[in-house]
């Protein structure tokens, strides 16, 4: 069974970073693509980052220049390092493992970002 697990999330302010992780069990992790989804309050989920199993990284349009995804498949485990963050990232970010750009077979439980001014 493939479990998820989300870390790293918190509040911060304006301009700030944080780094989010997720450990994967349950699958062969070199091989599947994974993702960084998020839910902000009133909005649809968004596809905010991807990482295939070649390591070639797609953004949204809103987060690129600021977030960087990576994966270091010795432990299982995605990240997305968030810079100069802005109160419009704030939302329930979810990690996601699947195929293709929009991996989306299994989910995380989310952790919750939160930018203050």
């Known amino acids: 069974q493939v479990q998820l697990v989300e870390s790293g999330g918190g509040l911060v302010q304006t301009g700030g970073s944080l780094r989010l992780s997720c450990a994967a069990s349950?699958?062969?992790?070199?091989?599947?693509?994974m993702g960084w989804y998020r839910k902000a309050p009133g909005k649809q989920r968004e596809l905010v980052a991807t990482?295939?199993?070649?390591?070639?990284?797609n953004y949204a349009d809103s987060v690129k220049g600021r977030f960087t995804i990576s994966r270091d498949n010795a432990k299982n485990t995605v990240y997305l390092e968030m810079n100069d963050l802005k109160r419009e990232d704030t939302a329930v970010y979810y990690c996601a493992q699947g195929t293709g750009w929009y991996p989306s077979d299994y989910w995380g439980q989310g952790t919750q970002v939160t930018v203050s001014s």
């Open positions: 349950g699958s062969i992790f070199s091989i599947k693509a």
């Open positions: 990482i295939r199993s070649s390591g070639s990284t």
